[in-house]
């Protein structure tokens, strides 16, 4: 392997790049002619302009993709996540150009990225499943039927689906049908495909994933797991490994049935089992996603492993060189992904200028981002614009290192999500590790955001006061400012 493609762009298409050119690879970058300026063009060996901005027409466009691979001269092609990562057909496509896919094969992918046929194949494998359907409903009556033996509420879920498009709570059976149509409708929008499964709605889950590698060879091993239960509209923003509430031998037990569930469609790369752990730690497998997840960082961070790595190993033949003995966990990482959202506002996506953009550094701090003071955020692209990692040797450090690292971390121009990353991951459910997928819905509230704005501001009217007193040696009254600095003082210890 010569030359990589990366069908990417942004933050993963760098630190894709950076693992290559440390391997002696060479890269090829594709854009859009909206991201012409992006650090990932300017880093790559070569790059190609592959269409309009629109992920359509670009991004999106597995022929355009594969002329630029042959006028390079590239011999392997690395999706990334998002855009074309679990596209069968692209995989299938890559291949038969006779060039490498760093990915699983479009077997695998079509085979998990269907959740009803993920569901048969892992069953086979007795992955612990949550009670429900594991064919295409489609007959309102018998459905109901079967929704009465599960158990109210019940949750309808797209079969080809992903991100909460396609799913309804059913909570009784005098709405089932509306319920179910409108998931249809609304997974045919999204995905091409209509089919829907129900099963029983788990309401307040843990969402913990596993991280497997699997080769060529018949060789898989976990890399333990990530905690993924801070979302908004069914998706992540922060997460950490390990888990706080999973024991070793829980931890054994996931792990091993998420390998059943990668051997299931003859895996091979990296992949991730996410699984629904109820309050007792029962665990249910919800999905596989046949790609790098976003969050893969703070599996690095604890592991040593690095997983872009594994991967191109993978892809050019070779053999997993560790065994799963071989693995240990090292300390505590979060992720808190920066988005341009406004968590002012039900996190709704901004954009606008980085007018000021400075990243933290330190110790246990890691920033993969794509983007540069003085960009614009675009409208095209998902909002988020940099993940921001830190690790420690304990949970309680990790906190306190990633809080340290977000008052560092500079932006300007656009609403971030780096005020409710602070304020999360200070709350005693958080601490504590007592949260579930409901987190936001059940713990915050905007004004808890403006509040500790409000009292910082008073802090720093305070020191502001203090220190002309003391250039000055002029008595000031600081009466007015001294409950505020001391409710400050007590919320941040």
């Known amino acids: 392997m010569q030359k990589i493609l990366v069908a990417n762009r942004g933050e993963i298409a760098l630190r894709i790049m950076r693992t290559a050119r440390e391997m002696g690879i060479k890269t090829v970058a594709v854009f859009s ?35 630029a691979a042959r006028e390079t001269g590239a011999d392997a092609i690395h999706p990334g996540y998002g855009f074309l990562s679990e596209n069968a057909d692209f995989s299938k496509a890559v291949s038969d150009a006779g060039l490498t896919f760093i990915g699983p094969s479009a077997h695998s992918i079509n085979m998990m990225g269907n959740k009803i046929s993920a569901k048969q194949a892992a069953k086979k494998f007795d992955v612990p499943m949550v009670p429900g359907t594991d064919e295409p409903i489609s007959d309102v009556n018998e459905a109901i039927k079967i929704a009465k033996e599960v158990g109210f509420p019940i949750l309808i ?85 390990p888990s706080s509430c999973l024991t070793p031998a829980i931890r054994a037990k996931m792990g091993e049935a998420a390998v059943a569930a990668a051997r299931a469609c003859n895996y091979s790369g990296a992949g991730t089992i996410e699984f629904l752990v109820d309050e007792q730690l029962n665990f249910y497998f919800l999905e596989m996603n046949t790609r790098l997840q976003v969050e893969h960082c703070v599996t690095e961070m604890i592991s040593g492993i690095d997983l872009v790595k594994e991967q191109i190993k993978v892809a050019r033949g070779e053999k997993l060189s560790f065994t799963q003995e071989d693995l240990k966990i090292n300390g505590h990482s979060i992720e808190l992904r920066v988005c341009a959202e406004d968590p002012y506002n039900n996190f709704l996506p901004d954009t606008g200028r980085l007018n000021l953009y400075q990243t933290p550094k330190g110790p246990g701090v890691r920033v ?41 971390y500079q932006i300007q121009g656009i609403q971030t999500t780096l005020p409710f990353g602070k304020w999360a991951v200070r709350t005693e459910a958080f601490r504590n590790g007592a949260y579930d997928t409901k987190f936001i819905e059940k713990y915050f509230k905007p004004e808890y955001l403006q509040v500790s704005d409000v009292d910082e501001e008073r802090v720093a009217a305070l020191l502001a006061a203090i220190i002309w007193q003391q250039e000055h040696k002029t008595p000031i009254s600081l009466q007015a400012n001294n409950e505020s600095a001391t409710k400050w003082k007590m919320r941040h210890r």
Request: charged residues 30%; proline residues 3%.
């Open 368 to 408: 993969d981002d794509g983007y540069e003071q003085g960009m614009d955020i675009p409208i095209f692209y998902d909002p988020m614009i940099a993940k921001l990692v830190v690790h420690a040797a304990t949970r309680e450090e990790a906190i306190e290192r990633l809080c340290r690292a977000i008052g560092e």
């Open 33 to 67: 002619e909206a991201d012409r300026n992006m650090p990932f063009v300017r880093f790559a060996d070569e790059a190609l302009c592959i269409g309009p901005a629109a992920s359509a027409q670009s991004y999106l466009r597995i022929e355009k993709i594969l002329e």
């Open 157 to 241: 879920k797209a079969a080809a689906g992903g991100g909460g498009k396609g799913m309804r709570v059913v909570e009784h059976e005098a709405e089932f049908e509306s319920q179910m149509n409108m998931a249809q409708s609304e997974a045919m929008s999204a995905f091409g495909n209509s089919d829907v499964f129900m099963e029983r709605y788990v309401g307040s889950p843990k969402h913990i994933e596993i991280q497997i590698l699997g080769d060529n060879y018949g060789n898989y091993v976990y890399i333990f797991e990530r905690e993924c239960s801070v979302q908004r509209r069914h998706q992540k923003l922060i997460e950490e490994a």
